[in-house]
Every structure is written in structure tokens, then in C-alpha cells.
């Protein structure tokens, strides 16, 4: 970067060029006042406090805006610019709330600054008539009051809106002494487009925007975020023995102190009462109250009946990595069971079946920060700015940059407002969509011959695989029409480098891993995996999916995805654990389901998960936990799932407990305990340890979580260097080969995680899903998530907020589809799939193209999964959860 020399109050200095005189200043330790300045936004001057004179300029300048120049000669203070400050500033207090002592922003508040150092004249303050002034706050939102009379219209909420969230829910009204912050038509902020992040409040110099019911914490503690893959740095506010805040951790590379609505607001329920508090145990067909020894004797005892094929084991994404490799190691060293998989069986097992066929690795390629400076994204199957909402942001960042957004998604989802091509698919047409790109891509010439040739075998047999997939047949597949496909493509293969983003609308079917080898081809055809800002990157749904997998909380891998069938890697494992491992492969999640209504699996060990309401087909779940021997939930809430079991095991929360959460760009990030858990709650691995060590295995000695990562460290070439001390700041992205290792935000850049070190395309043919719409059933549904709501809504139902935001399921319908059904907005209505019926309220949308319904799976009153198809796919084990036949009919029965 080039350097200017300048003179700053008589200073000399050498400042970056190009840069603001502000910024230079503020770099220098010179203080500039102002009130409409702030880092991350585009600078607006529209408070002009912040004016200084340039030797050389007649008329004073905005020194937010005025850049550098070599020789410049800058004076920040002056009589004349004191004066004139002080007239802005007299005129903001003239029209300004004056309330500071019982403020929430006292101390805390740029106005106070900027009035302490230019200082007000109360007389020509009174001159002005001050009014107090008296115009109705906006307290509309669940979380946060808007006050216009403490509003200095300083427009950082708008830029903020616009520049940051792509939302423009704010925006100026009206104009002179009139003007105000204010939403569209003068609406409530809660009627508004606005998604309540909070971005707008965390930078209102004033008491204009203010959290409710807000409490000052005494101490912060910096963590992570609990909910989905993101991994968002936060900082919990603690007072006594409460959360009381969480802010945005702005040194976090993945979030840079942004968040979502629930990140931010989401954390009623850590102290809720309806927490887990003691022990339960069934006696005469009821949960009641017990003591730790009561319980973990009657588990250890109970247990012990029924090792190996007997006993299965469900993990849970939402715990730490350390509490997850200990359920594993649970399972296999002391029960003896490979049976242990958990909730990415439901999501991305097709990403990690997928991707480590024809990359060696089935984990996201680049870092987060990558999405921001691509040249050309993909969005598909991701509806990214309610699922991963702080990733969204880095798209939209993307975009205001100059790259080109593609979406391919069957509905109009709210990413299309920023997408310069919506490639709208038929549901479950996604091969046939990628094939046909590549497939115009090759027919063009287009594909990166080089990268082909040196680094990826199967090409051939690839290219002959796409004569299947010409202009005609594909749009019959996917009701794309050719010029879309061909503009897509023509993007794709030019606009380098591009960045391929998918989620569960690609993985959740019957053909998942089929669609993520179809993204892994379009990938390597355009030479876009292991280089900057390119890669191919599946966006993981919970807060430790990544984590949970690679800890081997799954059937047929060990941590580290080390193979079970490899009897050097069980020799490790079998002298560090002290047992003999079975190197057989255990069933899925989803297998383990059928196999205990078959009475093959008599123990379940049940860890953080709430099946009934996220696994398909619930109905037969119900069933086939019925027909348990033994049955341990271990769990913060006694969630729908946990109310079935025998014992129930309170856990502690992420707020409670020390470890690591692994987020979807396989970053290692520590989690911390802020504080105790409620009762007698303990940690899942301290349960899960002693229950191990009731059993008579004395390998699950620890002392504390950093213990186990040392184990895993050992035992773990990815984790290798992973310590607690390393990762204290940023985290690590894995693999970390040694203590010394930096880590590796971009996979593949050398070679690729196979045998021969060459990435393999795949070809592939179009499968339909394996359930069509049919008189009975006319209508597909698929399914998704609320921004407002996570998972089956254990933690997100708890929040009174969220609720208020979204209080019901919703199933939405296109309006020629709504006519036709003769049904209107708001109906009650009954979705019947051959599986069993649900109720939900009518939303008619044209975000759902006809044909098409949609729905979340948040809402226990609505349990969606009762309807949604069991059929697996053949390779990864995941079930249909994207595509199955519905009904929708009027109801009378109330939601």
C-alpha cells in the first residue's frame, strides 16, 4: 500500500494512502469528534461535527471523507471550527431527549462524548426554543425500543440496514424538523422487512435504539455462538448467576462481531426454568426426582445387560467436540458397539460420503471469509439468509463488490433479491440442473483443461456421461429454460474464482450424495477447488455437526476419520483405550431406528437429540422407542424424545461447560464456561465418564475437557496441533499436523485427500425422488427453517421473543394453488401424507412455485416429520426429508 506523508496539528505523520484525514488522525491518537462516523460503514458526513481546515482550502472539510493527499497540512481544532461544531451540536440538543442520568446509553453514549470535549452553550440553547420533545417510541419489536425523541438522525441504523444486512429495512421520512428514522409507509419496526439482528442498535451512538430489558453485566466472557454451523464469536454478559447479554465478538474471523436475531437475542433460554435441574428416573410409568448415585448406578447396571449389537448410541452436534469423542469412545470401547451416529445423518452425511469420494475430504474447502472476495457464488439448496444468516452477509458483501450471484433454489427465497441469475428448479432436479451447466460448460470450451489434466481423473467417462443432459432434456427434468442454463453456466466458467455454496436442499434426498458429486464435477470442470475464494463448501446446520463427525461420532469412521476397517488404526485406538475394538461398521441413525422396532437393539443411549420431532416418518419413531429395553436421554430441557425414557440425565449448557465446538469451515474454537449449571446439572462429559467408569473402565479418568483434547490430539492427525493454549484467540482450521502447524483455511491446494492425490469426477444419471404427487396426494412438500427458530425448537420455543416473531407453523402455498383448494390466507388446515396428518395455519405466498408447499420443523404442536418420507439414500443413509406427497385440505380444528 502506498504511504503519505502529512501534517496533522503541526505533527508530521505517515499514514496508508489512501485513507481518510479521520482515519489518519484517529490511527495517530489525534481525537476528531464526530457523530455519524463509524468503522464498518461507508463514510456519510452528515453530521459534519467532524469538519477540519486543510491548509490551502478556503471552506473547512469533512474529515471522514476527505482523503489523504502527500504534503496535506491538517488542523483538527480551532476557534472557528469550535464554533461551528458547537452551533451543530446545540441544535441536536435543542431537539434531544434530555434524560442522560436514567439513559441505558449514560457513560456509554457519543453525544456525551462529543459534548465534553466541543462543549454546548445552555443560553443559545434556551434561544432556540428547546421543546422536550414527545413523539412515541416504537416498541413494537420483542427485543429492542426505537425513541425518536433521542434520535439524532445521525442515519448509521439505515447504512447499516443497507450496508451490512442487504436489508433496507430503515430509511429517512418526511423532511426539515419533520424528518425521522422510520420503515416503510411509517410502519411498526415488527410489521417492518426488519429481521430484529440487532446491527442497528449495537451502533446507535445514542439512546435512540436500546436493547429491552436490559441489565448491565458485571464481566464478560468470550465464547461461542450455540446455534447453527457459523460459529459466531460472542461474548456473554454476566450478572450473578445469569446471562444477561451477548454481544458480537468483533476480533472473531467468522463473524467479525455480527450476528444473527437469535445469536444475539435468542438466550432466554439458558436461564430458563423449564431447565433440567436433577436426575429423573421412571418408577410406576413416571419421571421423578433422583439423586446422581441412583441414577448413574441404575444406567450402569442396566447397561451392562446389553453390549455389542444390542446397544446403540446418538451423539449430539450440539455438545463439544471433547464430549463427543467420549460418547464415542463410550460406545465402541465399553459397550462394544459401533452403533453410535448422530443428527449429521440427517443433514450432510451425503457431504461427507460425497466429497471424500471425489475430493478425499468431505468437509467446506475455503474459509468463510473467502464467500466475501469470490468473483462469481452459487447458491444452491441453501436458503442461507434464514439458515446461516452471518454467512448470507458475506454473500451480500460479495455482491456489492462486483461478483455475480447465482441462486438455484425451487423457491423464491429471500437471497434472490441479490442474485443476478434465479435458476428455479423443479424439486429434486438438482443433478440434471448441474450436469446440464457442466454440460454447456464442456460443449463451450469453457472448462479448465490444465487443472483437469494435472489434478482429477474419470474425465472421460464424466464427459460421456453428459450427452445425457442436452438443452431439451434438461429443461423437460428441471423446468430450467436453456438460456438461463447457459447464462449460469457461462458465469461459472468465467468468472473465476467461484465459490459453490449448498445445505440440506441439496443433501436431504434420496439421491444426496449423487447431488453432492454433481457440485464436486461442476467444481473440478471449472478448476475452482483449492485456490482462494473458489472451493466447494457445504454449510453445516448445527453449532458442532462438523465437530461431532469428526470425532468419530460416527459408524464407521474413528476421530479423525480414521477407517474402522483399518487394523493398524484399531491396534491404536485399542492400546490408548484399553479394549479390543470391532472393526465391522454400525448401523445409522436412521437404520438404528428400524432395528430397534425390530428388537435387534434393546439400549439406547440418547444424547442431546429430540427425534420425535427431527427424524422422519415420526410416527414410527414413537413406535419403535416404545419397544425399548432400556432407554437414557441425557439432555438440558426434558424434550418431547427425553419424556419416553427410562432415565434422564440433566446436562449442562454451552454457557456452563469449557471445550470446543468445530464450525463449518473446520475451525477449532474454544467454548467457555460463564457460568454454574442449574442444580445439579453437570457437563455431558463428565456423565458420560463416570457412567463408563460405573461400568469398570478406568479409561475415562479425566479431570477436565482440555484432558480429552489432549487424547484427542494423540490419537488425531487432523487435531494434532490442536491445544487449548493455541486456540485461545482465533481457533485453528484443521488439519493441524503439529504444534507448530498454522493451520489450513483452504484444503486441496497442493493435491487432494485420495490414494493417488487426484480429485475424481463422477458420472451420473437423474433419479427422481422416490416419491410422486399422485391424485391422492398431489401436492410436494418440502421442508425448511425460520430465522426466527433452530432445529425442533428446544432452545428457540423458550425464547419469548422468537416466539412473538414466529408463534406457529406455517405451510406455505402458492395462490393459483390456494384457489384451486379453495382455501384462503389463514386457514386452518390438515397436510396428510401417506405417513400420518399434521396441522398448520395457511400462508399464501408466491415463494412456493405451484405444486409446492412448504414448512419448518420447529414447532412440536405442528410435527412436520410425521409426514416426511423414511427413504434412504443408498450411500450416505439420509432420508427424504427435502421431497414427499402431501394433501392439504381445509380444517376446523384450531392451530
Not at 210 to 226: D, E, G, L
Not at 807 to 829: F, N, Q, T, W
Not at 855 to 873: G, I, Q, R, W, Y
Request: aromatic share 6%; with cysteine.
Amino acid at each position: 500500500m502506498a504511504k503519505a506523508k502529512i501534517i496533522i496539528d503541526g505533527a508530521p505523520v505517515e499514514v496508508d494512502s489512501p485513507m481518510t484525514i479521520m482515519d489518519a488522525a484517529r490511527q495517530n491518537g489525534i481525537y476528531i469528534p464526530a457523530l455519524c462516523h463509524h468503522p464498518d460503514l461507508v463514510p456519510s458526513g452528515l453530521c459534519r461535527i467532524c469538519i477540519v481546515r486543510v491548509k490551502g482550502i478556503e471552506k473547512p472539510v469533512v474529515s471522514c471523507k476527505t482523503i489523504v493527499e502527500e504534503g496535506m497540512e491538517v488542523i483538527t481544532d480551532s476557534p472557528g471550527i469550535s464554533s461551528d461544531r458547537q452551533m451543530l451540536l446545540e441544535l441536536i440538543h435543542a431537539s434531544h431527549k434530555q434524560d442522560c442520568t436514567s439513559c441505558i446509553k449514560n457513560n456509554n453514549c457519543q453525544l456525551q462524548e462529543v459534548t465534553a470535549f466541543v462543549g454546548v452553550n445552555e443560553e443559545r440553547i434556551k434561544r432556540m426554543r428547546r421543546q422536550d420533545p414527545d413523539m412515541p417510541d416504537d416498541d413494537s419489536n420483542p427485543f429492542f425500543s426505537l425513541s425518536h425523541n433521542k434520535c439524532i438522525l445521525c442515519g448509521i441504523c439505515i447504512r447499516t440496514c443497507n450496508e451490512i444486512q442487504g436489508v433496507d429495512a430503515l430509511q429517512f421520512a418526511n423532511r426539515g424538523a419533520e424528518t425521522l428514522v422510520s420503515t416503510f409507509l411509517d410502519g411498526r419496526i415488527v410489521d417492518s422487512v426488519c429481521e430484529s439482528c440487532g446491527e442497528c442498535v449495537v451502533r446507535c451512538p445514542v439512546g435512540a435504539l436500546v436493547p429491552k430489558a436490559y441489565r448491565q453485566p458485571s464481566r464478560r466472557v468470550k465464547t461461542i455462538c450455540p446455534y447453527c454451523g457459523v460459529g459466531c464469536g460472542i461474548y456473554l454478559g454476566v450478572r450473578g448467576k445469569e446471562v444477561v447479554s451477548v454481544d458480537g465478538d468483533r476480533s472473531n474471523p467468522v463473524n467479525l462481531g455480527r450476528l444473527c436475531v437469535k445469536g444475539r437475542f435468542g438466550h432466554q433460554w439458558i436461564n430458563h426454568p423449564d431447565r433440567l435441574k436433577t436426575p429423573l428416573i421412571r418408577k410406576n410409568g413416571r419421571l421423578v426426582e433422583t439423586s446422581w448415585d441412583e441414577a448413574l448406578d441404575q444406567v450402569a447396571r442396566r447397561l451392562s445387560r446389553y453390549s455389542g449389537d444390542q446397544f446403540a448410541a446418538f451423539s449430539s452436534a450440539k455438545c463439544t467436540n471433547e464430549e463427543n469423542y467420549l460418547i464415542q469412545k463410550f460406545t465402541r470401547a465399553v459397550m462394544g458397539s459401533n452403533h453410535i451416529d448422530h443428527c449429521a445423518r440427517l443433514c450432510h452425511a451425503p457431504s461427507v460420503a460425497g466429497l471424500a469420494r471425489s475430493l478425499g475430504s468431505g468437509a467446506m474447502t475455503n474459509p468463510v471469509e473467502h464467500i466475501s472476495e469470490a468473483s462469481c457464488i452459487l447458491a444452491i439448496g441453501t436458503n442461507t439468509t434464514e439458515s446461516h444468516p452471518v454467512i448470507a452477509l458475506r454473500i451480500k458483501e460479495a455482491k456489492r463488490k462486483g461478483a455475480t450471484v447465482i441462486v438455484a433454489n425451487p423457491r423464491k427465497i429471500d437471497l434472490c433479491r441479490h442474485a443476478d441469475i434465479w435458476l428455479q428448479h423443479k424439486p429434486g432436479s438438482d443433478v440434471a440442473l448441474l450436469m446440464a451447466i457442466c454440460r454447456v460448460i464442456l460443449d463451450e470450451g469453457l472448462h479448465d483443461t490444465s487443472f483437469i489434466e494435472k489434478r482429477c481423473t474419470g474425465f472421460d467417462a464424466f464427459r460421456e456421461s453428459l450427452e445425457a443432459f442436452g438443452p431439451e432434456e434438461a429443461e423437460r427434468i428441471t423446468g430450467v429454460p436453456p438460456g438461463i442454463i447457459y447464462k449460469a453456466a457461462v458465469c461459472l466458467a468465467t468468472r473465476s474464482p467461484a465459490s459453490i455454496l449448498y445445505a440440506m436442499g441439496i443433501t436431504q434426498h434420496s439421491h444426496g450424495t449423487d447431488n453432492v458429486l454433481a457440485i464436486s464435477n461442476l467444481a473440478l470442470l471449472t478448476g475452482n477447488v483449492g485456490k482462494d475464494f473458489s472451493g466447494v463448501n457445504p454449510l453445516r446446520g448445527q453449532n458442532n455437526v462438523q465437530g461431532a463427525c469428526d470425532m468419530g461420532a460416527l459408524p464407521n469412521t474413528l476421530p479423525g476419520y480414521q477407517k474402522l476397517s483399518d487394523e493398524s488404526i484399531r491396534e491404536k485406538f485399542e492400546a490408548a483405550w484399553s479394549c479390543r475394538l470391532e472393526g465391522v461398521p454400525g448401523l445409522t441413525l436412521t437404520e438404528i431406528i428400524g432395528a430397534v422396532k425390530e428388537k435387534r437393539i434393546r439400549a439406547l443411549y440418547l444424547v442431546g437429540e429430540n427425534s420425535l420431532l427431527s427424524e422422519p416418518d415420526a410416527n414410527h419413531v414413537r413406535k419403535a422407542l416404545g419397544e425399548l429395553d432400556f432407554f437414557v436421554a441425557q439432555d438440558i430441557f426434558l424434550s418431547e424424545t427425553a419424556a419416553l425414557a427410562d432415565v434422564v440425565l440433566p446436562a449442562a449448557g454451552f454457557a456452563e461447560k469449557d471445550g470446543t465446538f468445530t464450525n463449518t469451515e473446520r475451525r477449532v474454537q474454544r467454548v467457555r464456561k460463564a457460568i454454574e449449571p442449574p442444580g445439579s446439572a453437570m457437563p455431558d462429559w463428565w456423565i458420560t465418564s463416570r457412567i463408563a467408569s460405573r461400568m469398570g473402565s478406568g479409561a475415562f479418568q479425566y479431570n477436565s475437557p482440555e484432558e480429552v483434547m489432549k487424547e484427542i490430539a494423540m490419537l488425531t492427525p487432523s487435531y494434532s496441533g490442536v491445544s487449548y493454549e493455541r486456540i485461545e484467540t482465533a481457533g485453528l482450521q484443521w488439519p493441524v499436523s503439529d504444534n507448530k502447524h498454522p493451520g489450513t483455511p483452504v484444503l486441496h491446494t497442493g493435491s487432494f485427500a485420495t490414494p493417488d492425490g487426484r480429485a475424481r469426477f463422477f458420472s451420473l444419471g437423474y433419479k427422481p425422488a422416490s416419491e410422486l404427487p399422485d391424485k391422492d396426494y398431489p401436492l410436494i412438500l418440502t421442508t425448511g427453517r425460520s430465522l426466527y427458530h433452530y432445529h425442533t425448537g428446544t432452545l428457540t420455543r423458550r425464547v419469548d421473543g422468537l416466539n412473538i416473531l414466529k408463534e406457529r407453523e406455517l405451510v406455505e402455498m402458492h395462490p393459483e394453488d390456494a384457489k384451486a383448494y379453495g382455501l384462503k390466507d389463514g386457514d386452518s388446515v390438515n397436510i396428510r401424507s401417506r405417513r400420518g396428518s399434521v396441522y398448520a395455519t395457511l400462508k399464501v405466498s408466491g415463494r412456493s412455485p405451484r405444486g409446492v408447499v412448504s414448512m419448518s420443523f420447529h414447532f412440536a404442536e405442528s410435527p412436520t416429520n410425521v409426514l416426511t418420507s423414511p427413504v434412504l439414500d443408498p450411500v450416505a443413509k439420509i432420508p427424504e426429508l427435502k421431497f414427499c406427497s402431501v394433501s392439504v385440505t381445509r380444517s376446523s380444528a384450531a392451530v
